[in-house]
Every structure is written in C-alpha cells, then in structure tokens.
C-alpha cells in the first residue's frame, strides 16, 4: 500500500523505519507489509520532513491482519468416469472453487463442494477470513475410465444336465451371479449347469476400482425323449 501524500517542492524526506519500504526518502513510498503469525499486528512508519532548514515529523500505524492458511483436499483424489467427490476447504471463513484452467471464474462456493468431472481436473479454493484476507489452495481429481467388461461363452443354448463356461474379459477381478442376486462364483472364468432359462451378470473390477458389467442368458433345452418300442420280443436267428 502506498503511504504518506504527494510530493512538495523543496521538502526532503525521511522515513523510519525502512522495513518494507521501496524507497525512504520520498514523500510517500509503498510499503509491504508480512504478517506470517495467527493474529493482527502493528507497524508504525515516521517520516521526518525538513524545509529551508525547519523540520517537523508525523507518523501512521498500520494494522497487519495474517493471511489465512488454506488447504484444499478432496475425499477421493481418484475417481471413475461418472462418479462424483468432495471438495473441501479449510483454514478460512469463506471459500470459492474455481477451476485452475479458469482461475477467475467462481464455479461453486462454501467449505465443500461436489464435482463430476469428466477428465482430471485441478481446483482452486480461494479461502478468506473475517480480515477479508485471502489465500488460495488447489487439488487436482484424476479420472480414470470404465472397463469394457464382455461375457462369452461357446454357445448360449445348453441340453438339461449339460455343464458350459462363461468367460468374462476386460477387468481384473471378475464376480458372478444369477440375476436377482444369488453370487455363483469369481474368477475370470466359470463353469455352470443351470436347470432352467437363466440370466448370468458378471461384474468387471480394474486396478483402478472402476467397474463395468455384462450379462448373458442361457437357455436350457429339453432332453430327448424316447417312446415305448413295440413289436416282437422274441426273433429266431436271421
């Protein structure tokens, strides 16, 4: 901030002390002033004027309100495509978000804020205080994708008391079940006997615990049937 008032002709000029002073010998220097503690403080700046051999001196105080410390965190930092995570700012009264990619234009505000974005994204959180001083904190949301998770089997159509594998692809780990929710194994594979038309679901986990899944119908196929044989139960030879 600028203290002090314009320039006179003549006068020389002498401020005290010099800390965070551009220049101490005009009449009104730019002070810069650091407050690194938790609460407000004082510095009291004097100049000395002197004319035609008279001097005469005044003084101002300064009040230095403290920064706050803003931190910005998120719960998760990594998300899937399509999910969403909080953001949260502490250290101030008030907060802004705002993307880092358009740092001046406000996206949300309040200590937390919900997001879906699309690609990893950084955010920036302007916090403060009831001293209307600011600072700023960023965090940065990676996205990852979802899996492309596939079921295939040799054929969907299976003889009653027959056995068929389904295989799953796409994922890491692999759960399956019968739609409606009965789990009937893990594994990239598995070997089923169904009884009746059934419907299979298969949920696909990566690395990066993003899930896709799939789903497969079999249909049974009734057993051969055999009439009674009629006729002769007794032959001679030929």
């Known amino acids: ?3 002090g008032s314009s320039q006179v002709t003549g006068y020389n000029y002498l401020w005290t002390p010099s800390t965070g002073l551009n220049n ?13 503690g938790t609460g407000a403080t004082t ?7 002197t004319f035609n051999g008279c001097s005469s001196s005044d003084s101002i105080t300064i009040t ?16 899937c495509l399509g999910s969403s995570t909080t953001l949260t700012g502490i250290g101030a009264s008030t907060y802004s978000w705002a993307l880092s990619t358009a740092p001046g234009t406000v996206i949300g505000s309040g200590a937390t804020f919900v997001v879906s974005p699309t690609t990893t994204t950084t955010y920036i959180v302007t916090g ?4 209307a001083c600011s600072n700023i904190d960023s965090v940065t949301i990676s996205v990852n994708p979802i899996p492309s998770v596939q079921i295939s089997s040799t ?3 299976l003889c009653d008391g027959d056995t068929l594998t389904l295989t799953g692809s796409g994922a890491t780990t692999y759960d399956w079940s019968i739609l409606g929710g009965t789990s009937v194994g893990t594994g990239a594979t598995i070997q089923v006997s169904p009884t009746t038309n059934t419907t299979y679901v298969l949920v696909g986990t990566d690395g990066n ?3 896709d899944s799939d789903t497969i119908s079999i249909t049974i196929l009734p ?6 044989i009629s006729g002769n139960i007794s032959v001679c030879p030929g």
């Open 1 to 3: 901030l600028t203290i």
């Open 24 to 36: 101490v010998t005009i009449s009104n220097p730019v002070a810069t002033v650091i407050n690194n």
């Open 43 to 49: 510095i009291t700046y004097t100049v000395n004027t």
């Open 64 to 79: 230095v309100n403290p920064q706050p410390i803003v931190t910005a965190s998120a719960t998760p930092t990594s998300i």
């Open 128 to 131: 403060t205080n009831g001293s």
């Open 155 to 157: 054929s969907t159509t």
């Open 209 to 211: 615990a993003c899930s």
């Open 223 to 228: 057993a051969a049937t055999i009439s009674s």
